[in-house]
């Protein structure tokens, strides 16, 4: 029989993808998104797995990209790492090295290592806090519309990824699943986050300025980014979830920045533009082309070296 810290009987594509982690024994499987999945170690701690699960318009693709999981895990790691050293916000980390965890993890090292982060449970924040220092994605959209985002009215007359006067604190609510998130007023979240409110804004925007900063010089623009944040048992503001990884976060090369259009980025740009080339309907799983595929992870990797100048452990 197959033991339960093997990767054989883990859902997998004929890439090597993981698609789904499922049940491992000794834990208790408490949530899965459309990238990452939960487990409860015990009343304090939980375990954060990312598969190579990738979605697209809020639709989850039958097949996978092999190794994303373990660069969006590995990036995060390498970010709260980096702002610790800030001291701008306590993060949820514990480790990201599986020697490190509880037995109930360790018997799992060979699906866990490089794509798990144990962490402290918190009590998470209702609304996801984005920063935007340029005008692009539903920004814009709503900058043509209305001449301001999130009730923020802007200069008039921004070209579209035109630079902003200062980062801006767009709060977007928490969706159920299979719902998109909504842009909403800076009001609306501080009526949600209550006595959070303040904090919320004003950490958000330093971590954004501090990555921004960092990346510039390796020639890499930070366009946007979405944060979560939770309470800890003692009632402390903390950053949770995944951090400013291609996945929650517009990277651009700045060496091919060009105002008014939209730009090349380090994401799943590729997947976007393959889905919206063959007209997807936005709502039905499919299977990625190989060569989007490897586009994609070539993107992935290339991010994470820019800004880590390491390679990703594989």
Same mark, same amino acid.
């Given at each position: 029989?197959?033991?339960?810290?093997?990767?054989?009987?883990?859902?997998?594509?004929?890439?090597?993808?993981?698609?789904?982690?499922?049940?491992?024994?000794?834990?208790?499987?408490?949530?899965?998104?459309?990238?990452?999945?939960?487990?409860?170690?015990?009343?304090?701690?939980?375990?954060?797995?990312?598969?190579?699960?990738?979605?697209?318009?809020?639709?989850?693709?039958?097949?996978?990209?092999?190794?994303?999981?373990?660069?969006?895990?590995?990036?995060?790691?390498?970010?709260?790492?980096?702002?610790?050293?800030?001291?701008?916000?306590? %993060? +949820?980390?514990?480790?990201?090295? =599986?020697? !490190?965890?509880?037995?109930?993890?360790?018997? *799992? #090292?060979?699906?866990?290592?490089?794509?798990?982060?144990?962490?402290?449970?918190?009590?998470?924040?209702?609304?996801?806090?984005?920063?935007?220092?340029?005008?692009?994605?539903?920004?814009?959209?709503?900058?043509?519309?209305?001449?301001?985002?999130?009730?923020?009215?802007?200069?008039?007359?921004?070209?579209?990824?035109?630079?902003?006067?200062?980062?801006?604190?767009?709060?977007?609510?928490?969706?159920?699943?299979? %719902? +998109?998130?909504?842009?909403?007023? =800076?009001? !609306?979240?501080?009526?949600?986050?209550?006595? *959070? #409110?303040?904090?919320?804004?004003?950490?958000?925007?330093?971590?954004?300025?501090?990555?921004?900063?960092?990346?510039?010089?390796?020639?890499?623009?930070?366009?946007?980014?979405?944060?979560?944040?939770?309470?800890?048992?003692?009632?402390?503001?903390?950053?949770?979830?995944?951090?400013?990884?291609?996945?929650?976060?517009?990277?651009?090369?700045?060496?091919?920045?060009?105002?008014?259009?939209?730009?090349?980025?380090? %994401?799943?740009?590729?997947?976007?533009?393959?889905?919206?080339?063959?007209?997807?309907?936005?709502?039905?799983?499919?299977?990625?082309?190989?060569?989007?595929?490897?586009?994609?992870?070539?993107?992935?990797?290339?991010?994470?070296?820019?800004?880590?100048?390491?390679?990703?452990?594989?």
């Amino acid at each position: 029989t197959t033991q339960p810290h093997s990767l054989s009987d883990r859902m997998a594509d004929a890439t090597g993808a993981v698609l789904k982690i499922g049940e491992l024994e000794g834990l208790k499987l408490i949530a899965s998104g459309k990238v990452r999945d939960l487990y409860e170690v015990d009343a304090e701690k939980l375990l954060v797995v990312s598969s190579d699960r990738i979605s697209a318009f809020d639709v989850i693709m039958t097949n996978g990209v092999p190794g994303k999981g373990k660069i969006l895990s590995q990036l995060t790691v390498f970010w709260l790492q980096h702002l610790r050293d800030l001291g701008i916000v306590p %993060d +949820h980390l514990i480790t990201a090295d =599986v020697a !490190q965890m509880p037995e109930s993890c360790r018997r *799992h #090292a060979a699906i866990l290592q490089g794509r798990s982060m144990l962490v402290k449970r918190l009590t998470m924040l209702p609304v996801e806090a984005i920063v935007r220092g340029y005008i692009t994605g539903s920004g814009w959209n709503d900058y043509t519309r209305c001449g301001s985002v999130c009730g923020i009215k802007l200069p008039e007359g921004l070209s579209r990824c035109a630079r902003l006067p200062e980062p801006l604190y767009t709060p977007s609510s928490k969706a159920e699943f299979g %719902d +998109h998130d909504e842009n909403i007023t =800076v009001e !609306q979240a501080a009526a949600a986050l209550g006595a *959070h #409110a303040e904090a919320v804004a004003r950490v958000s925007v330093q971590l954004y300025k501090a990555v921004a900063a960092y990346a510039e010089p390796r020639g890499v623009m930070l366009a946007d980014t979405k944060m979560e944040f939770g309470v800890d048992s003692s009632g402390e503001l903390t950053l949770g979830d995944e951090i400013f990884t291609p996945d929650c976060s517009r990277y651009w090369p700045a060496d091919k920045y060009e105002l008014g259009r939209d730009q090349d980025s380090y %994401d799943k740009q590729y997947v976007r533009n393959y889905l919206l080339s063959i007209n997807f309907d936005k709502k039905t799983p499919l299977a990625l082309p190989e060569e989007v595929i490897k586009q994609t992870i070539d993107k992935y990797v290339q991010i994470f070296k820019l800004l880590t100048d390491k390679e990703p452990v594989l």
